[in-house]
T-cell receptor, first 112, second 113 residues
């Protein structure tokens, strides 16, 4: 089953603009992670935010988490063509300590 | 250090056949997880192994099985292949069993004809 649902499904922006992707989930979690996937190959871990955190930064990435709304957002500032990829949120659905449940992803295209 | 390596990168099989996919985790990582990713969807959890023991299994039929070896490498086996098994199979490793940061391989693209 897919826990996280990303919104929008696809996003196209110009280089230098900011990109915001949203993720909603259904059950309680201990943490939420964001991953990037280039061209349908392996995923790369970007950032993890715990359920007791509201905001986290890493370089040009900013993640927020609202556990009352069961939602998270990923902001990429000053986007670059190299940021073109699919972005997935992943949760430890129900506090599972052995699996991650991924959403369907947002396809981000950054035009030069 | 080498990342997670998977073999083969591509595979074409026919319905009813059997397939074995292989994964070598990052050195020092004791946990290996397998995910299936169908085109246009997010990865779906199949198995996690930690210290050679199965810690969890996703909602997949018994045709799917896996194991982890003493050197922490892993195999995913799929019997009696169906057309719907066509997907990208991803292996991920982590230092421990908690899954707070997974390192993924580039995957095996399986096509079932």
């Amino acid at each position: 089953s897919q826990q996280g649902e990303e919104d929008p499904q696809a996003l196209s922006i110009q280089e230098g603009e900011n990109a915001t992707m949203n993720c909603s989930y259904k059950t309680s979690i201990n943490n939420l992670q964001w991953y990037r996937q280039n061209s349908g190959r392996g995923l790369v871990h970007l950032i993890l935010i715990r359920s007791n955190e509201r905001e986290k930064h890493s370089g040009r990435l900013r993640v927020t988490l609202d556990t009352s709304k069961k939602s998270s957002s990923l902001l990429i500032t000053a986007s670059r063509a190299a940021d073109t990829a699919s972005y997935f949120c992943a949760t430890d659905e129900g506090g599972s300590n052995y699996k991650l449940t991924f959403g369907k992803g947002t396809l981000l295209t950054v035009n030069p | 250090d080498a990342g997670v390596t998977q073999s083969p990168t591509h595979l074409i099989k026919t319905r009813g056949q059997h397939v074995t996919l292989r994964c070598s985790p990052i050195s020092g990582h004791k946990s290996v997880s397998w995910y299936q990713q169908v085109l246009g969807q997010g990865p779906q959890f199949i198995f996690q192994y930690y210290e050679k023991e199965e810690r969890g299994r996703g909602n997949f039929p018994d045709r799917f099985s896996a194991r982890q070896f003493p050197n922490y490498s892993s195999e995913l086996n799929v019997n009696a292949l169906l057309l719907g098994d066509s997907a990208l199979y991803l292996c991920a490793s982590s230092k421990d069993s908690i899954n707070e940061k997974l390192f993924f391989g580039s995957g095996t693209q399986l096509s079932v004809l």
